[in-house]
């Protein structure tokens, strides 16, 4: 079983009070075939290759946790397919768009793809070299906090994704 490496392990620790941005390097390639995510003012094209390999090769229970995390991805590449909806039609770059948002946790392996480089970002039409991932969190007590995700394309107001990181 082969598994994509989740983000979360590059990001900074969750519950803590953090505004850190970083650039990340895309794909410019766009991927063919592949599932549109649109986001705000730009769209994520995900490869629909990789989805599907995720999907099909979860397993169907856990001990380790490698195992866990294929499960949970698998689970949302699955969700992601499915919210393209049966007869949809690719576009002109080979995407399937989704029939409605994405739910909140199949949005997390979306982030997952955006902060690995590993999806491609369209604004107007036009493949985006980089975009920038910003990981905000905020303390209000020891109990008491919540953390976002936010990606923006350089040089464009306000975050075309986001993603709710922790919530305490």
């Known amino acids: 079983m082969s598994s994509i ?21 895309l794909q410019v390639e766009l991927p063919r ?16 290759r990789e989805l599907e390999r995720l999907a099909t090769g979860a397993p169907t229970a856990w001990t380790t946790e490698a195992e866990r995390q294929a499960l949970i991805q698998g ?17 002109a770059n080979g995407c399937q768009t989704l029939q409605g948002p994405a739910d909140s946790d199949a949005q997390h392996l979306v982030a997952d793809f955006l902060e690995r480089g590993a999806a491609s970002v369209l604004l107007s039409g036009k493949a985006q070299p980089r975009i920038t991932v910003r990981y905000l969190g905020s303390k209000c007590g ?21 993603v709710s990181w922790w919530v305490s």
């Open 5 to 25: 490496p989740p983000a979360q392990a590059a990001r900074p620790a969750a519950g803590q009070e953090v505004d850190e941005s970083r650039l990340i390097e």
């Open 75 to 91: 689970r949302r590449a699955a969700a992601l397919l499915k919210a393209t909806g049966a007869g949809s039609t690719a576009d």
């Open 33 to 48: 075939p592949c599932i549109a995510v649109p986001g705000g003012q730009a769209t994520v094209l995900l490869p629909r």
């Open 142 to 162: 020891p109990t008491c906090g919540r953390g976002d995700i936010l990606f923006h394309v350089p040089g464009e107001p306000g975050p075309f994704f986001a």
